[in-house]
């Protein structure tokens, strides 16, 4: 696969995003998305844009056409709670006094 030249027009380089983890957090997020020629221009650019203020630690960049995601029309099979699954809520079981609050 060649990588576009940095004379290719910014809108014609690969679209990455962009995930960023802070001096206080364990977990990258998810903080934008930018166009890069490769990999390494990439983490340059994030870096120059996303971490001024020196918020973050670490930065993670992946190709946006590497990424899979759920569709809106996908939300009932993969986020709603099906009712018919009783055993996913506890409700019939019986707390002994011990316990005390849950």
């Not at 364990?26 to 340059?44: F, I, T, V, W, Y």
């Not at 203020?53 to 930065?59: D, F, L, P, T």
């Amino acid at each position: 696969m060649s990588t576009p030249s940095t004379s290719t027009p910014l809108k014609e380089w690969p679209l990455w995003e962009v995930f960023i983890r802070s001096k206080q957090g364990l977990e990258h997020k998810h903080c934008g998305s930018l166009h890069a020629s490769d990999a390494p221009h990439a983490l340059q650019m994030a870096r120059d844009v996303y971490t001024r203020r020196q918020e973050g630690v670490s930065i993670w960049v992946v190709p946006s056409r590497a990424i899979s995601a759920s569709e809106p029309n996908d939300k009932p099979e993969f986020f709603e709670p099906s009712g018919d699954k009783v055993y996913r809520h506890p409700t019939f079981y019986d707390i002994p006094k011990e316990v005390g609050h849950m």
